[in-house]
């Protein structure tokens, strides 16, 4: 068995780290739901610089589109950096260390 699933099946018995994983797991759908929009969105530009225009917006429409939504990405990656510090430092000790 995988050492994770492993460290998954018994969080789950415990109520109070079920809760934070699904909260985790949550979380993870959205950023995850945000990054295909960033996907639609550099197609979208792309498409619209050459052809003028994509899904009724042109270029400029797409730019301003993807300075908003890079500010909502950002903001999504850096709560899920906080949300798994302790795990980021344990990662980056056996990285670094």
């Given at each position: 068995?995988?050492?994770?699933?492993?460290?998954?099946?018994?969080a789950?018995?415990?109520?109070?780290?079920?809760?934070?994983?699904?909260?985790k797991?949550?979380?993870?759908?959205?950023?995850?739901?945000?990054?295909?929009?960033?996907?639609?969105?550099?197609?979208?530009?792309?498409?619209?610089a050459?052809?003028?225009?994509f899904?009724?917006?042109?270029?400029l429409?797409?730019?301003?589109?993807?300075?908003?939504?890079?500010?909502?990405?950002?903001?999504?990656?850096?709560t899920?950096?906080?949300?798994?510090?302790?795990?980021?430092?344990?990662?980056?000790?056996?990285?670094?260390?």
């Amino acid at each position: 068995m995988d050492p994770i699933a492993k460290i998954f099946e018994e969080a789950k018995k415990n109520p109070k780290m079920r809760k934070k994983l699904k909260i985790k797991a949550a979380f993870s759908l959205v950023l995850f739901i945000a990054f295909l929009g960033v996907i639609l969105i550099t197609i979208g530009t792309f498409v619209s610089a050459r052809n003028g225009s994509f899904l009724g917006m042109d270029h400029l429409d797409f730019l301003k589109l993807r300075a908003k939504y890079g500010l909502l990405m950002m903001a999504l990656i850096l709560t899920h950096l906080a949300m798994n510090w302790n795990m980021m430092k344990k990662e980056l000790e056996l990285l670094f260390g």
